[in-house]
């Protein structure tokens, strides 16, 4: 199938001969005029309204990009950090919790313990992994709640993200799925979190970006979603151990506090692959690695 192309600021012409001139007729002889006095100087004429100036074409907006490698991301043209974040000023006021009996890994497992709690139910595997997902994440930085819970609009990990290209830290909102099909559809669903999150989080719309932690590396389909959003969303891969394999996020990220973060792999004492955090293609340290929490 070929495929159609188009120029711009071009026109195409005929070039057959023109209507009003017709080869071969003579003009009729038309009597002299009479004799009139000609003016000495040509008639001054009326002075002409400045055009006004051509509006400049709007430039089309940037296709959003995904941090797809492990390499540093370098911006060309940074923009000029605020001398104020949004976030300035506004308290972090965390919803109630959704449970008195646990609030870690540790204090669920012990209740599930104590009640008896089916470990193949879905509560159990959902609530192991968001706890999971909050215990490993705050080795990359991240400082996370539960919450959930009913009219959460998907919304399971609450809390912050303190990076070095951002003067205060950044707020985010993550929605974990252990067991649902990845696809595209959790994308659209991630939308509604901007939506539904607390006041604390919805109103620093210049410093909040929400991610999806699912327990598979992101399909295209998710990337794709990730770079066609008009929101500032990531992905990140995270196993129900505790490994993060895959961090991405697109281009609508990086204005918002990530300007110069990227990704890069090490290798740990026993070989095994481990995603860091760069800036300035430098690696960040957080705290403890999975490893020594063993």
């Keep these: 199938m070929s495929r159609q192309r188009f120029c711009t600021g071009q026109s195409l ?85 959704i449970s008195t009996n646990h609030h870690d890994l540790a ?5 599930a313990e104590r009640t008896g709690l089916d470990k193949s139910s879905t509560v159990f595997v959902g609530t192991h992994y968001e706890y999971t997902v909050a215990a490993t994440l705050a080795n990359h930085g991240f400082n996370l709640r539960r919450i959930g819970g009913a009219h959460d609009y998907g919304i399971d990990l609450l809390g912050t993200w303190t990076v070095p290209s951002s003067v205060e830290p950044l707020r985010v909102l993550i929605q974990c799925k252990a067991t649902q099909k990845s696809g595209p559809h959790l994308i659209r669903e991630l939308e509604g979190a901007f939506v539904g999150a607390p006041a604390s989080w919805r109103r620093a719309v210049g410093t909040t970006l929400a991610f999806l932690v699912t327990d598979k590396p992101a399909t295209k389909g998710i990337r794709q979603a990730l770079g066609q959003t008009l929101w500032p969303m990531g992905s990140i891969s995270c196993s129900r151990e505790g490994h993060v394999y895959q961090m991405l996020w697109n281009e609508l990220c990086v ?4 300007v110069h973060m990227g990704i890069a792999t090490r290798y740990d004492d026993k070989g095994e692959q481990q995603l860091v955090l760069t800036h300035h293609g430098k690696q960040l340290y957080y705290g403890p690695t999975r490893e020594s929490n063993a």
């Design 13 to 97: 012409r005929g070039t057959g001969p023109d209507d009003s001139t017709h080869s071969g007729a003579k003009s009729p002889t038309l009597p002299p005029p009479a004799s009139v006095a000609l003016p000495t100087q040509p008639p001054a004429r009326p002075p002409l309204a400045p055009s006004p100036a051509p509006s400049p074409a709007p430039s089309p907006a940037p296709s959003p990009a995904l941090q797809t490698e492990p390499s540093p991301i370098e911006s060309e043209t940074p923009p000029a950090p605020a001398a104020q974040p949004e976030s300035a000023g506004l308290p972090l006021i965390y919803p109630g919790g």
């Design 107 to 111: 204090s669920f497992l012990e209740y």
């Design 255 to 258: 204005p918002r506090g990530l």
